[in-house]
């Protein structure tokens, strides 16, 4: 199994920074993908930011130029770094891992509120 050890959320005023970080541990052979999806209360989960073992960063529409996903392939673990944060940036957060040929495994997801 795959365990995603999830940290760094909290509440931050609006115009704020946050960094989260993620930790995949246990079963880990060949990471294709690490990311984030993010869900507001009512809403469905969303993707926020990705990138793949080669690089490749993709972010939605809503995050492009506030957040940054970085990646420590030696050690597992994947990083956004929040800023300009957004009330509407409210959410629980969740970190994946998609391995080849394993599917996706999920943190348990850590809270994130901008409120002043």
């Known amino acids: 199994q795959v365990q995603l050890v999830e940290s760094g959320g909290g509440l931050v005023r609006p115009g704020g920074s946050l960094r989260l970080s993620c930790a995949a541990s246990g079963s880990i052979f060949s990471i294709h993908s690490m990311g984030w999806y993010r869900q507001a209360p009512g809403k469905q989960r969303d993707v926020v930011a990705a990138?793949?073992?080669?690089?490749?960063?993709s972010y939605a529409d809503s995050v492009k130029g506030r957040f940054t996903i970085s990646r420590d392939n030696a050690k597992n673990t994947v990083y956004l770094q929040m800023s300009s944060l957004k009330p509407e940036d409210t959410a629980v957060y969740y970190c994946y891992v998609d391995q080849y040929g394993l599917g996706r495994a999920w943190g348990q997801g850590t809270q994130v509120t901008v409120s002043s």
């Open positions: 990138i793949t073992s080669g690089g490749s960063i």
